[in-house]
């Protein structure tokens, strides 16, 4: 036939090896041939030579030799009908070696669309569908839609890639009308009951369906329990085959355009057969929700049940437009949960990264949460999950705190509410925090007026005079805080007023003896040292709980100079920016409130320290409740470059710890652990150098000496 093409193999057999070509009458050479299949393009009508002959030239060698028309295919057998079945199990059969190709017949209407599996077998079986002018539709091997695109009829030739005897399968289902599929009705909220598909798609890539009919156009979601749906992938396919949507971009709901039928198709890409639960729930109805609950704070928190792995729940709500409303859930027992706020038709609202916490409602009316938990074992009846629905642009039922005061207790009283209005006199930085009644921090979140989280911190600045919203927990969804949780809330003015003033001698003047009556009570102090001194706090070595608070330093702005992180007990505290400057007490995570005593010392500068004698006599000295630290100077013409210091409990109990500071007020050496009694050597600056030992808070004497360390002790 003109214009034809061949589908020709050569395969050698015993022997040698052999090549061929294809030769035109004129003697000129159409195409050479191989084991692979070749394409040989023929021009007119006319008789064509076929030539074989050895590689080397001699010999013998063995070979067979197939050839097929794809115009004028010398067989081709037609597809039955039941093929294009989801039910079928396929046309089977098998490839002889050696063949050039294999054809078949799909009797199919144009714009049929199939659903076109891997052959399968051992070999590498794979081929093309070509319409009737011998263009090409699609490949087959892989898997995959075809689309019978140009005019018919269509033809498949088949093939092995390398010419070896194959067995093979043809499966391919038809996605446009199709047919075969088990019914899946289309399933109410909460436990979908009876209307559950059930399947198993077969392994790399096998397929599985569910036919599904809608009444009337609306959105669904598509549920497969958690296993299955960690190795499947869905389409949800229309009556003209095309895809209405699929599981990555439709997990939280797919549209349907318009009543009629569809095709649900799971694709298993595990390397085992994958058994699998489905249903699919129309989300534009109200069948099957919960009662409608308020967006309200003071409402109980709602239990929700599943029952079934594929289930979905739905929570109605109502809200207005400019909303911002968040939804906190969180399981009873591990778990993945999801949920998501939709429209009354079912539009997904919120999908992608959003300004802030929550999502804003585009408009006035009816709304719905849906939500559904993932992990479901075989064994498993009822799992239970809780959930809030709440405002933060229109909080109701939340206590009312307004700012209290350095050195009292907490102005807000402790409540099982979540939530609180702070109402705030002026714009400013304020200190926020949140306390539970286990004296463990509760990070709460404050919104303005518009929803917009201002601060999770404890440090909180906000725009202007009025009401804001606090929320414990509440920048993450995944959190549900109930009514018995109770906690205290301080509110203050970032930079303190009313504080207590207190020295920086404190190794010679009485400590400051105070207490924490309440969680997240908040003490200040107002150091007497000027700008540009360094000062360290003193603590007693056996301080425990409250009596260790935690202590920031900040300047007359309230800019933080330092903490007991680091500066003020490991190394010293500059103090800078303008004064005068203020130590903040309150007490460290999970401890509970009560008494404490601490002091200060600068360490720079005036008033000296009495200076330590040199020699083994030393100086003896008194500690106790009243007097945990003592100071002494030593100076610069009175020691070595390289000194040590020793320290020995004569009576009493407890121990104490040792530190050196240069001239400037800088920790130099030290400080050290507590010990009864210990030597330590210190390489020191030029200048004198002032000596710091902390003590327990018990009654004791302590001999302190220092010598030339390069000498040998006496």
Known sequence: MAQDTLLV??????GESVTGRIVRPNGTVACYLGPYLRECQLGEAATYTVRVSLYSGSGEGGYTFSVESRRAPSECATL??????????????????????????????????????????????RGSVRDAQDQSVCPVGDGGECTLTGAGPYRLFLEELYGDESAYTLRMPRLSNAFGCPALPLSAFGDPGTAVGTGTAPPNRGISCQAVTSTAPGAVVVRFNHFADQYLNWT?????????????????????????????LAQNWE???????????????????????????????LLVHQTSPVQTNCQPFQGEAGDRVMVYRAPDVYNQLAAWIVDQHGTVLCTGPTEGDGCVLPSTGGFRVLSHLSYWETDTTDLTYRMQVRSLTDPTGCPTVTPGTYNSPPAGTPGGVRCRALDLPTAGTYRVKAV???????????????????????????PAAGRYLLVIDGSGADTVVDGDVQYT????????????????????????????TADAEYDCLQLATPTGSRIVELLPG????????????????GDHLCDTSWGLRQYHCELTGQGPYFAILNTRDGVAPGPYSLAFARTDGPPACPVLPAGTTGATVTTGADRFAVCFSVPADQRAARESFTWKRTSGTGDARMSVSDAAGGRYCGPTGYFVERTVSCTLPAGPVTV??????????????HRDASLPAS
């Open 9 to 14: 193999r050569l395969r050698n057999g015993s």
């Open 80 to 125: 039955p009908e039941s093929i294009f079945s989801f039910a079928s199990t396929g046309e089977a059969g098998t490839l002889p070696l050696g063949l050039a190709a294999r054809c078949f017949t799909i009797d199919q209407p144009t714009d049929t669309v199939l659903h076109v599996a891997d052959p399968g077998g051992p070999g590498d079986v």
């Open 236 to 264: 949800l396919y229309g009556d003209d085959g095309r895809p209405v949507c699929a599981e990555y971009e439709s997990q939280r709901s797919c549209a349907l355009p318009a009543a009629g039928n569809y095709t649900l």
């Open 271 to 301: 390397w085992q057969p994958m058994a699998y639960q489905v249903a699919v729930t129309s989300i534009d109805r109200p069948d099957g929700c919960a009662a409608a609950t308020g967006l309200g704070w003071d409402q109980p928190t």
């Open 436 to 462: 539970g009644t286990d004296h463990y921090r509760r990070y709460a979140s404050v919104y303005d007026s518009t929803g917009q989280r201002l601060c999770l911190d404890v440090r909180c600045e906000v």
């Open 489 to 516: 809330l301080a509110v203050l003015p970032w930079l303190p007023a009313g504080c207590q003033p207190v020295s920086d001698t404190g190794w010679t003047d009485p400590p400051v003896q105070g207490g924490f």
């Open 542 to 557: 056996d301080a425990t709980g409250a009596g260790s608070p935690e202590v920031v330093i900040v300047d007359a702005a």
């Open 692 to 705: 710091l030992l902390e003590t327990d808070s018990v009654n004791a004497t302590y001999q302190l000496t």
